[in-house]
């Protein structure tokens, strides 16, 4: 297979699409679209979000040192997509997208009940990168819709639909194809 030589840039792929809330603490609420987060830890469990300077929840964060990542779905891909394209200097998100504010355990901004997943966060650093500064914050609490819980308390997150962001493009997270340690365990 022959690859071609590129420039250097991001082509790391695919990327979770989520839907960032933040609060200014004085009643503005907004939420931002984010394909470049990711885990950095798990004890303590910690997270990472890379926002440029010139967006309008960049400052909000900045201020509060908190925020919300909400999972996002097929069914909220237009929500989606609208929140990373729409300035909330301009519109209320919220009220434009019919999306539900729910009130956060640890965090003054609020989560969006339609995720299937609400992670409360605490900035504990902040790093300017170049074009987007990365805040590192501390997992505070997770938030998980009972709908996706099974009998046995068990977890059933891809039954969720989840969406993820691959080079402009928002695609659902595709059909089973085995679970983690699956190529190493040993067969009956």
């Known amino acids: 297979?022959?690859?071609?030589?590129?420039?250097?840039?991001?082509?790391?792929?695919?990327?979770?699409?989520?839907?960032?809330?933040?609060?200014?603490?004085?009643?503005?609420?907004?939420?931002?679209t984010i394909a470049w987060a990711g885990t950095i830890c798990s004890d303590p469990p910690m997270v990472s979000i890379s926002v440029r300077p010139s967006r309008y929840s960049y400052e909000m964060i900045r201020k509060t040192g908190e925020f919300v990542i909400n999972l996002t779905t097929e069914e909220l891909a237009y929500a989606t997509d609208y929140c990373g394209v729409r300035s909330g200097r301009d519109v209320d998100k919220f009220q434009e997208m019919k999306l539900t504010k729910e009130k956060a355990a640890y965090v003054k901004a609020p989560m969006i009940g339609e995720s299937p997943v609400s992670i409360e966060c605490k900035v504990v650093e902040m790093k300017e990168l170049g074009s987007h500064h990365m805040f590192i914050a501390e997992v505070l609490a997770v938030h998980a819709d009972d709908q996706y819980m099974d009998g046995d308390e068990k977890f059933h997150l891809n039954d969720a639909n989840l969406l993820v962001y691959s080079h402009g493009e928002y695609l659902g997270t595709g059909e089973y194809q085995g679970k983690f340690g699956y190529s190493v365990k040993k067969k009956k």
């Not at 690859?3 to 839907?19: E, F, T």
């Open 1 to 32: 297979m022959a690859k071609q030589l590129w420039k250097a840039g991001n082509m790391l792929y695919p990327l979770p699409a989520v839907m960032v809330s933040v609060t200014d603490g004085e009643g503005n609420d907004n939420i931002i």
